[in-house]
């Protein structure tokens, strides 16, 4: 037997036809209803479990759905008066189930309209478009706030630059920082990133065969996406000074890097502390106006954008920087 879209073998008993078919309803969640052209149910299958079918009797839309929801397919199906018309009815169903009922006119022998009902339970795609809504608006903010802070970045660079080339070249490693930072927090899932990976990360790019010249010790906190930001960019700027200014390579005493976490009668705080070792020499070097180029960024930008305080000490044998923030803003 063929008709339109369907085809089927003859069957004995055609009846028999729902024996397979409701199986195949059942796994794909969906719930068929046929009414006549006096809106009796003549089939209905696979009710889905926010209702229910009761047994005994003819059952009809408002002993299965209630009286507000049959009224609301009454409607729809009103406006349904020549073969192919269609409606769709969005339902809630409790605080979180949705169902969409879709209704169609189809014709029943030779000239009777008949309603067919399909109910999909869309929850879980409607709980997919609004996360994926909140992911996106979320990228959304993360993007605005990164587009200030290279803002930010680019005019305190340009303030403190002789030259084009000399701007391009700071510009560019700082850059490079928040890039290395932001892919830490993408592969948290937007959680932030940890402590010892920013150092890890900033030692791998400017000392690569040498990444035990900057040691590590304390507690390896987790920092908010904002702190992972500048605190990365903090340590992008004490790398690369100790690189080019403070003799790291040459004089070869490692850099001392600790973190803890500390607590007081006002709440719990992050200390992150760079020490240093200076030789004679690039104690020198360091009073020149490059050498001081990143201490805008060190004692003013990063402190401020993470809500804390910070020192930058250079005196005797050793430099000294250290960043206090509060907890809330890196967990």
Partial sequence: MSEGLIWTKPF???????????????????????????????????????????????????????PEIAERLARAKDRLVAIGDRAVVEIMAGAEQIFEFRIQAVMAGDSDIHHLTTLVDRSEERHRERLLKALLRE?????????????????????????????????????????QSQDLITDSSWRGAGVFSLIRQQTEKYLPENSDLVQVEGEDMMLTPNAALHIGLALHELVVNAVIHGGLLVNGKPVLVTCRRLEADDGASIEIVWKEPLSQAARQALESREAHFGSTVLERVVPASVNGRAEYNVGGELIRYAICFPVETAE
Avoid at 24 to 41: E, R
Wanted: glycine share 6%; hydrophobic share 45%; with cysteine.
């Fill in 12 to 66: 004995p008993r055609e009846d028999r036809l729902r024996d397979f078919i409701i199986p195949g309803l059942v796994d794909l969640k969906l719930c068929l209803i046929v009414q006549d052209p006096s809106g009796d149910i003549v089939y209905v299958a696979n009710v889905p479990a926010p209702w229910r079918l009761e047994l005994g009797g003819e059952p009809d839309m408002v002993s299965i759905f209630g």
């Fill in 139 to 179: 990228v959304s903010h993360r993007s605005k706030n990164l587009l200030a802070i290279i803002q930010s970045l680019a005019l305190q660079t340009a303030r403190h630059s002789r030259s084009l080339d000399f701007f391009l070249q700071k510009f560019r490693g700082r850059l490079y920082s928040l890039a």
